[in-house]
């Protein structure tokens, strides 16, 4: 019997049994199908004005600037949410478009919404190279300064 065992390599029985089923587990398992990226974002400060004087001169001395902005407000209610976020995809390229500098939008989360809301608002900016937005408190103030003809073909 024990020259029998002899014949028997245990630990290599072991590999060429568990190897081939744990890469088997390990293929066969789901993926993550969102792939996650690192969004920088830029908390607005009030007393940046102060510290900046050519800044705040560009901004004629408003923080956010002086526009007319149109209000989105986002309560929690994620369908509803949903849809005020593709409005606001729709402005947003229209007034990187059209190159307006009078209009802007103002996004409100209300203590009630998604953080989730917050990061699909930055996320949507950020695909629509809408480079010059606010984060305050609990807004986001979205506005467009004039960018020249020559400058903007190279961005685009």
């Given at each position: 019997m024990n020259a029998k065992l002899q014949r028997y390599y245990f630990p290599g029985m072991i590999s060429l049994i568990f190897i081939p089923l744990l890469f088997i587990y390990y293929y066969t398992k789901p993926k993550p199908k969102e792939v996650t990226y690192a969004i920088p974002i830029y908390i607005g400060d009030e007393s940046l004005l102060k510290r900046m004087p050519e800044l705040s001169a560009r901004l004629n001395h408003k923080y956010p600037p002086q526009r007319h902005?149109?209000?989105?407000?986002?309560?929690g209610d994620n369908k509803l949410d949903r849809v005020k976020l593709d409005n606001a995809e729709e402005k947003?390229?229209?007034?990187?478009?059209?190159?307006d500098t009078l209009t802007g939008i103002h996004f409100k989360f209300l203590?009630?919404?998604?953080?989730?809301?917050?990061?699909?608002?930055?996320?949507?900016?950020?695909m629509k190279r809408a480079n010059t937005f606010?984060?305050?408190?609990?807004?986001i103030w979205f506005?467009?300064?004039?960018?020249?003809p020559a400058e903007q073909a190279r961005i685009f």
């Open positions: 902005y149109n209000e989105i407000t986002f309560t947003i390229g229209l007034i990187l478009s059209t190159n203590p009630g919404s998604e953080y989730g809301t917050f990061f699909r608002t930055v996320n949507l900016l950020r606010i984060n305050m408190t609990t807004d506005y467009h300064f004039a960018t020249p």
